[in-house]
């Protein structure tokens, strides 16, 4: 019964408490909130330098790990292709323009931006108080990404009124009169902390769950009298836990099998288009289930795309891809998005939500707080924003991510 992110700490509670020697940890932080990242983070650290335990941590998200990490290696291709000090490690991978996007943030705007020459390699800042040391030296300019503009003649194509929610009659309310609107082409990003209610919601907005009180209507009808048939066609639902979407024994049957049930023409060469849509195509005779944390994201969200929905609901969609799979899964769905699809997904993925939403709310307390367009969104927020915006607010407050910056 708990959130994605209450399990992982619970297994991480439970690894912990043996007292290893050697600690292994499997991209422990994919699923947690912004705040215990951090707060996981610094256990780690702890236990390191007061118990003596060697870490080894595989993950892609590194913003926060590789301050506190003494030795960075890098696979490709089933070999270690570099192993060494962290910053020699950022320089070889910058070496390689197809891996830059591995390097984060922090290290990625100074190297982008020529600030630091290879020779001082050593002095590449890896934290956002280190970062902020340097970048006070330079003059920064702020370059806005291209992105939806909201207009007046915004046509609502979900709407959520007073929703109240509780799992049984005398548990507390997860979600307490929330009230939300998405118009047609939006792509909303929902944050907030771990069993804050974020997946409970989107099981509310696709019917999954019915609010105790409150409506909820899609195109202007209510979620409860819709066909359970037509609103799957017309609104589709990635679950947090994609192994949830798999029936078949091979990524392709998989395809061919959904393509078929949703009576499309020639359902082989359908499941042959997704698969290459996705960048899939090695994997077709694979067992899904046997597939890696992020090639399962991948594939359950093949199979979610095949209704062609209308609207799409996403449950972090990016949690165990790495940053190359991630940069091509949001431009997939911005160009979807472009064709009218409208998102609606949950994530702990700020640099993603910053990058690719055209909205973003924050969930607390049971309801939706604040909702703007990214650049004022994360503005405003202290924890809840991009690492490039916590070095660079000082001097371009709406910074959002390194692309957009330069010195
Ligand atoms: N089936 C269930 N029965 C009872 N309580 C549940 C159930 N599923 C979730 N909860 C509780 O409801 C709250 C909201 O959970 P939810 O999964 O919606 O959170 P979330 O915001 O998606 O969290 P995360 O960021 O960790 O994924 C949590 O306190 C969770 O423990
Ligand atoms: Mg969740």
Known sequence: DLSGGQKQLVNLASVLILQPDLLLLDEPTAQLDPIATKEFISLLQRVHDELGITVIISEHQLDDILPLSNQLWLMDGGEITYQGPVAGGLAAIWAQPALREFVP??????????????????????TVVSGKQLIERQQWQLTHAKRKIATNDQ???????????????????????????????????????????????????????????????LQGKKIGKWA??????????????????FSY????????????QLKRVTPEQVAEEMLAKLGLQTLAERNPQDAS????????LGIVLLAQPQL????????????????ALGELLTRLQAEGLTLIMASHDMAFSARFASQCALLFDGTI?????????????FFYTTTINRMLRSQLPEALNWEEVHA
């Open 312 to 327: 799409l609901l996403l449950d972090e969609p990016t949690k165990g891809l790495d940053p190359i799979r991630k940069r």
């Open 249 to 260: 024994d091979s990524v392709r049957q998989e395809f061919i099998e959904r393509a078929r």
């Open 155 to 217: 046509v609502t194509i979900l709407q959520a009124k007073h929703v109240s929610f509780q799992y049984e009659k005398n548990d507390p309310y997860v979600l307490d009169q929330l009230n939300l609107e998405v118009h047609t082409g939006d792509w909303l990003a929902i944050v907030g902390k771990n069993g804050t209610g974020k997946s409970t919601l989107l099981k509310l907005l696709i019917g999954l769950l019915q609010p105790r009180h409150g409506a909820i209507k």
């Open 105 to 126: 943030d922090v290290p990625h705007v100074f190297l982008q931006n020529e600030l630091i020459a290879p020779a001082d390699i050593a002095a590449l800042p890896l």
């Open 228 to 245: 359970q048939a037509e609103l799957f066609k017309t609104v589709g639902y990635l679950s947090q836990t994609p192994s949830d979407h």
């Open 293 to 300: 944390g992020g090639e399962q994201q991948l594939i359950a």
């Open 369 to 381: 707080v604040s909702e703007e367009e990214p650049y004022a969104f994360f503005a405003h927020n």
